[in-house]
C-alpha cells in the first residue's frame, strides 16, 4: 500500500479525478445561477383565490372564479419554496371598467421572477352591473302529503312578511318566487311554528346568486281536523194532536259545521234535524240537542233553537164536550196521495231552480183523518211548497217543505225536504 501511495503516477491519477469532480460541480452551480436549463422542474398549485377590486358598494360583478390553478416552471428550490409557503397573490383590477360586459387577466402578485408562471384560466369574462335592493314579499310552503289522515292546512303566516333582496339588477329582475319551505315529519296533526330559511328563485326553481336580510324568517303553521260546512234542515217526525196543524217549522241557524272524518263528511249534503211534534199544542220554541252523526268528533252546535207554527181548530166534539157526555171519536183513517206539485216561493227573479229532489218537482203526501173526512179528500185540497226568499247564491240548496191543507187533517211527505240546483236565469 505504501508503495502505490509512493508511486507518482498514482497521485497524478487522484488529482485528476478530484480535478473533474471540482470542476463539474462549479460548472453546475454557474449554470443554476445564470437560469440555466439543468436543475429545473414544474408544479401545480392549486385552489389559489382570486382578489377582485371594484365599487362593491354600488356594483356587482359576476364572471371571476373564486379560485384558479397556479403552474410554475423553474429551479427545483424555488418551485418547492413557492409550493410550501403559498406566499403570492392573484387579482382582478376591475375599478377602471365602465358597467357591462369585459374580458380580462388575472394578474399576479410577489411571485420570483426567475420563475415561469401560467394561469389556469389566464383570463375570464367578467359581467359589471349595478347593485340594486328590492323588497319583496315571502310565501310560506309545507308539503301537505304531510298531514295526517283527516287534517287540513288551514293557514300559514310569516313574520317578517317582507325581506330585503340585494344584488345585480338582472338577477332582481329575474326572481319570480321568495319561498320559506317549512320541513316535518309524516302525520302532521297540531299547529306549530318554526324558523325557516328563505328561497330566491327564478321562474325554472333556480336558486338566484343575492343577499338575503334576514336570511331566516319564523313561520306559523296552523292545521286542524277536516271540517265542512252544510245547511240545516228540520224535519218533523211524530203525529201532531187532534185539531193542531203544524205550518211551518224554522231556525235562524241555517247552517252547521261539522269536522271528523273527510269519506263521511263529503258523502253528507245536509244536516238533518229531526223535530218532534206530536206533543205540540200551539206555537211553540223548543230546545232540540243535536246528535253526532258517525264519524263526527264536533260540531259547532249543540242545542238548536225550532220555531213551530201550528194552527189549532177546537172541533164540534170538543165544543159541545162541556154540555154533553164524551162521545167515542169516530176510527182515523189513512190514505197516500201521490204526484202532488210543489212550488217555489219567494226566489229573486235573477235566478231559476231545478228540483232534484223530488224528481220532477212532485211530492207524495200520506194523509191521517178521520174515515168519513177522508172520504172527501183529494189531491187539491193540499198545497206545497219551499221558501226560498233567503237564497242569495248559486249551486245546490236544501230547503224544507211547507204544506198547507184542510183542517182536521194530519200529514206526513216523501221526500222530507227538497233539493234544488239554482242558476241564473
Given at each position: 500500500?505504501?508503495?502505490?501511495i ?8 487522484v ?11 462549479v460548472r ?8 440555466g436549463?439543468v ?5 401545480i398549485?392549486?385552489?389559489i ?8 358598494e354600488?356594483l ?5 372564479p ?5 403552474i410554475?416552471e ?5 418551485v418547492?419554496t413557492t409550493k410550501?409557503?403559498?406566499?403570492f397573490?392573484?387579482?382582478?383590477d376591475?375599478?377602471?371598467?365602465p358597467l ?6 388575472i394578474?399576479?402578485?410577489n411571485i420570483?421572477?426567475k420563475l415561469?408562471?401560467?394561469l389556469d384560466?389566464?383570463t375570464v369574462d367578467v359581467?359589471?352591473e349595478?347593485?340594486?335592493?328590492q323588497s319583496f314579499?315571502?310565501d ?8 295526517a289522515e283527516?287534517?287540513?292546512?288551514q ?6 312578511t317582507t ?8 338577477v332582481?329582475d329575474a ?6 319551505s317549512v320541513?316535518?315529519e309524516?302525520g302532521?296533526?297540531?299547529?306549530f311554528?318554526?324558523q325557516?330559511?328563505?328561497?330566491v ?9 343575492v343577499?338575503i336580510?334576514?336570511?331566516?324568517v319564523?313561520?306559523k ?5 277536516y271540517s265542512?260546512?252544510m245547511p240545516?234542515?228540520l ?9 193542531v196543524t203544524v205550518?211551518?217549522?224554522s231556525t235562524?241557524?241555517k247552517?252547521i259545521t261539522l ?8 258523502e253528507?249534503k245536509?244536516f238533518i234535524?229531526?223535530v218532534e211534534?206530536?206533543s ?5 220554541t223548543?230546545?232540540?240537542d243535536?246528535k253526532?252523526?258517525k264519524g263526527?268528533?264536533?260540531m259547532s252546535l ?5 220555531n213551530v ?6 172541533s164540534?166534539?170538543?165544543a ?5 157526555e164524551p162521545?167515542?171519536s169516530?176510527k ?10 210543489v212550488t217555489?216561493?219567494g ?7 231545478t228540483f ?7 211530492v207524495g203526501?200520506t194523509?191521517?183523518?178521520?174515515s168519513k ?5 183529494n189531491?187539491?185540497d193540499?198545497t ?13 240548496q236544501?230547503?224544507?217543505f211547507?204544506?198547507e191543507?184542510p183542517?182536521?187533517v194530519r ?6 225536504v227538497a233539493t234544488?240546483?239554482i242558476?241564473?236565469?
Amino acid at each position: 500500500m505504501d508503495k502505490k501511495i509512493d508511486n507518482p503516477w498514482f497521485l497524478r491519477s487522484v488529482a485528476l479525478i478530484f480535478a473533474i469532480i471540482l470542476f463539474i460541480a462549479v460548472r453546475a452551480g454557474e449554470e443554476n445561477k445564470n437560469g440555466g436549463a439543468v436543475g429545473d422542474t414544474s408544479g401545480i398549485i392549486g385552489d389559489i383565490p382570486v382578489t377582485v377590486f371594484y365599487d362593491n358598494e354600488n356594483l356587482v360583478v359576476t364572471g371571476v372564479p373564486d379560485t384558479v390553478n397556479v403552474i410554475i416552471e423553474g429551479p427545483a428550490n424555488l418551485v418547492q419554496t413557492t409550493k410550501l409557503l403559498k406566499d403570492f397573490s392573484l387579482r382582478v383590477d376591475l375599478r377602471s371598467l365602465p358597467l357591462g360586459e369585459h374580458k380580462v387577466s388575472i394578474q399576479h402578485e410577489n411571485i420570483s421572477e426567475k420563475l415561469k408562471v401560467s394561469l389556469d384560466p389566464a383570463t375570464v369574462d367578467v359581467v359589471i352591473e349595478e347593485k340594486i335592493t328590492q323588497s319583496f314579499r315571502v310565501d310560506p310552503e309545507l308539503n301537505e302529503r304531510l298531514l295526517a289522515e283527516d287534517f287540513i292546512l288551514q293557514k300559514m303566516e310569516v313574520t317578517p312578511t317582507t325581506i330585503e333582496v340585494t344584488g345585480a339588477k338582472s338577477v332582481i329582475d329575474a326572481i319570480s318566487f321568495v319561498k320559506a319551505s317549512v320541513s316535518a315529519e309524516q302525520g302532521l296533526n297540531k299547529s306549530f311554528e318554526q324558523q325557516a330559511r328563505v328561497r330566491v328563485l327564478d321562474k325554472d326553481l333556480n336558486k338566484l346568486n343575492v343577499t338575503i336580510v334576514p336570511e331566516q324568517v319564523n313561520v306559523k303553521v296552523d292545521i286542524a281536523e277536516y271540517s265542512k260546512e252544510m245547511p240545516v234542515v228540520l224535519r218533523t217526525i211524530g203525529l201532531p194532536e187532534t185539531g193542531v196543524t203544524v205550518d211551518k217549522v224554522s231556525t235562524a241557524e241555517k247552517a252547521i259545521t261539522l269536522s271528523g272524518s273527510r269519506k263521511i263528511l263529503d258523502e253528507m249534503k245536509e244536516f238533518i234535524v229531526d223535530v218532534e211534534v206530536s206533543s205540540i199544542k200551539g206555537n211553540e220554541t223548543l230546545e232540540v240537542d243535536l246528535k253526532k252523526p258517525k264519524g263526527v268528533s264536533k260540531m259547532s252546535l249543540e242545542r238548536l233553537k225550532v220555531n213551530v207554527n201550528a194552527t189549532v181548530v177546537e172541533s164540534d166534539d170538543q165544543a159541545s164536550a162541556v154540555v154533553e157526555e164524551p162521545v167515542e171519536s169516530e176510527k182515523t183513517a189513512t190514505k197516500k196521495f201521490d204526484n202532488i206539485p210543489v212550488t217555489v216561493k219567494g226566489l229573486d227573479g235573477k235566478y231559476k231552480s231545478t228540483f232534484l229532489q223530488p224528481t220532477n218537482g212532485f211530492v207524495g203526501l200520506t194523509a191521517i183523518a178521520e174515515s168519513k173526512r177522508m172520504e172527501t179528500l183529494n189531491n187539491k185540497d193540499f198545497t206545497v211548497y219551499v221558501d226560498a226568499s233567503s237564497i242569495t247564491t248559486e249551486g245546490e240548496q236544501t230547503l224544507p217543505f211547507t204544506v198547507e191543507g184542510p183542517n182536521g187533517v194530519r200529514w206526513t211527505l216523501s221526500p222530507g225536504v227538497a233539493t234544488m240546483q239554482i242558476e241564473l236565469a
